[in-house]
């Protein structure tokens, strides 16, 4: 049993470590989608000769700026899809490392009984609570990925016909990652990760 807690412990560091580069893949996320919503909260103005001033009498102006900017938040938006494919493969990696902890309870060398995989000493976990908490994180993170891909995918809509309005709620349901909560992230960490784990 003890060669079974050692082996859990380094599955826990490195969901850790997958979670740590969440959260920094989700602020560049957040800073390519301010850069995007900043072009096309631009495009509107920029189709308005009046808007050019005294820039207007040079010779197409007008199309040059608006070709530079879609062109800049072509690129923009291909960088927003890279940084999706990395969280995707956060995604992948928790669910990899929850269907390996499964398949090392169930089908390893050295097979638990339900009796030891719910047995607890003192307030450290069971090794049936480990395996809940890395369901529930992969859950928690494969739906804020989901979420995510369909707020950039709202994006690309909205550079037709732009919103302030709505390209503020876009980034707010961006930056809010509403389907992790905190909180409970925290509660399945401290039961989890502890050092003194199982």
């Not at 608006?66 to 938040?73: D, V």
Request: aromatic share 6%; proline share 2%; charged share 30%.
């Amino acid at each position: 049993m003890e060669a079974m807690v050692k082996k859990y412990q380094l599955k826990f560091k490195r969901v850790k470590e997958e979670m740590d580069r969440w959260d920094d893949i989700q602020a560049r996320l957040i800073s390519q989608f301010r850069n995007a919503s900043s072009i096309i909260g631009r495009l509107q103005l920029l189709e308005e000769p009046k808007n050019y001033g005294s820039l207007k009498n040079v010779d197409n102006i007008k199309d040059g700026i608006l070709t530079k900017q879609m062109e800049s938040l072509q690129t923009i938006m291909l960088s927003m899809n890279r940084t999706l494919e990395e969280l995707s493969s956060v995604v992948f990696s928790l669910s990899k490392t929850h269907r390996d902890a499964k398949q090392q309870v169930k089908g390893g060398s050295i097979q638990a009984s339900v009796k030891q995989l719910t047995n607890r000493i003192g307030i450290k976990p069971s090794l049936a609570d480990c395996l809940e908490g890395l369901r529930l994180l992969h859950e928690m993170y494969q739906s804020e990925y989901l979420l995510k891909s369909s707020v950039i995918s709202a994006l690309s809509t909205l550079a037709l016909k732009p919103s302030v309005k709505d390209l503020n709620d876009l980034e707010q349901l961006l930056v809010d990652q509403p389907n992790i909560r905190k909180e409970e992230v925290q509660t399945i960490y401290d039961i989890i990760f502890a050092e003194e784990i199982c």
